[in-house]
């Protein structure tokens, strides 16, 4: 169910455990692109492309996880925290739409960087894709009584940048919803490209409203966020609150150490008298589980959980 963010927000059910997949980064495989697509900053990443980056992201890698992800029993929904594109062009917005489409579980989806390389008319881009993100930003898809806040951090940045960005109206927005989720009694889980916390990424490439999302956290609670953009799989913080982060590497990376090879992360929440529990697990390529993780959340705050390994 999609819900907008200026809505009224139905209450709940108390349903069973809610269970998601999570990659991201894939860079999907190129299409066809006009050669005048490239006269300007694509040009240099086109480049970076032909060199290395090709031969690191697989797409063979990613259909593996995926063909993992659908094996799984009872995963709701595949949530992808950006990067579907390499450039950001229409025909690749196109070509990632008919890749969602095939997808054995609805995925949602928030755009990365390299969706947003240059200005693009909204026709052209994020609007092929609103089936699985919404008509705006923060949008907000509930999964039973699980409600996923998607951002949008991917702004066009000059050569050799790569930093996100967050306006004012989506900080109010989010502050909003976060109050209104909580008191309804949903588990909120946040998705955002840009991971809000300046130790995992360089200034160059990092979320420019860390304290200020941080702010919104830590006064109207959240029980999750998770980003991408670092291709590192990682747990930590929000910086300036006690929300736990979660990264994830690129789920086409081809990698052998285990801070980036490709894997995923499943994500369970369950319903528990005041609050949530929440477990992660992280999975490899072959189904093999990597780490395990979970805490509770109590009081739709986020400054009261308790943590297990």
């Known amino acids: ?77 595949i949530l992808i925290s950006g990067d579907l594109t390499n450039f950001g062009t229409k025909q690749e917005f196109l070509s990632c739409s008919n890749w969602l489409q095939s997808l054995p579980i609805e995925p949602i989806l928030v755009p990365g960087n390299h969706d947003a390389m240059m200005p693009e008319n909204f026709d052209n881009s994020l609007s092929l894709w609103t089936k699985w993100t919404g008509p705006q930003f923060p949008f907000v898809r509930c999964i039973k009584n699980v409600a996923i806040i998607g951002l949008n951090s991917a702004v066009p940045t000059p050569l050799f940048k790569a930093y996100g960005r967050l306006d004012q109206s989506q900080i109010r927005k989010l502050s909003y919803l976060l109050e209104d989720l909580g008191q309804s009694g949903y588990c909120r889980i946040v998705m955002i490209h840009h991971p809000p916390h300046s130790k995992l990424m360089s200034n160059s490439k990092s979320l420019r409203e860390t304290h200020e999302f941080s702010e919104v956290l830590r006064s109207k609670g959240a029980e999750l966020v998770l980003h991408g953009h670092s291709h590192k799989a990682t747990f930590t913080h929000v910086e300036g609150c006690n929300v736990p982060l979660l990264g994830t590497s690129s789920v086409s990376m081809k990698r052998e150490d285990e801070l980036h090879k490709a894997s995923w992360n499943k994500i369970e929440c369950t319903k528990i008298p005041d609050g949530w529990n929440l477990k992660l697990t992280r999975i490899n390529i072959k189904g093999d589980s990597l780490w395990k993780h979970q805490w509770n959340t109590y009081n739709q705050t986020a400054s009261s959980f308790q943590e297990s390994c």
Not at 11 to 16: G, I, N, R, V
Not at 21 to 29: F, K, R
Not at 43 to 50: I, N
Not at 52 to 68: G, V
Request: glycine share 2%; hydrophobic share 40%.
């Open 1 to 77: 169910m999609l819900t907008d963010s200026s809505a009224s927000l139905p209450l709940p059910k108390q349903e069973a455990s809610v269970r998601f997949a999570h990659i991201s980064d894939p860079h999907l495989p190129l299409p066809n692109i006009p050669i005048g697509s490239f006269f300007n900053k694509r040009l240099f990443s086109l480049a970076l492309w032909k060199g290395e980056r090709q031969k690191q992201h697989l797409f063979e890698i990613t259909q593996k996880i995926i063909e993992n992800i659908k094996k799984q029993a009872n995963i709701d929904s």
